[in-house]
């Protein structure tokens, strides 16, 4: 699914999902059932350093070199 290194990664509150950053600009969501990511990749303007899960597994929020959080909804 990357195309360059993954930086971070959080494991969603029900164990269902990975979410991983990388420095190809992008956050994806993967099933770990189908090992499969779900979805198109979420997208930056540069390299994903960090993602993190909310404890109510609703939403994602990554930051990178564009110097901007994003938050994501994982509903």
Known sequence: ???????????????RYIVSASYDCS???????TNQAVGDPLL????VLAVAMSPDGKGIASAGLDK????WSFE
């Not at 699914?1 to 164990?15: D, F, I, R």
């Not at 930056?44 to 390299?47: A, P, S």
Request: aromatic share 6%; net charge neutral.
């Open 1 to 15: 699914g990357h195309t360059n290194a993954v930086m971070s990664l959080c494991l969603t509150p029900n164990e």
């Open 27 to 33: 956050v994806r969501i993967w099933d770990l059932k």
């Open 44 to 47: 930056h303007d540069d390299k």
């Open 68 to 71: 901007k959080v994003y938050l």
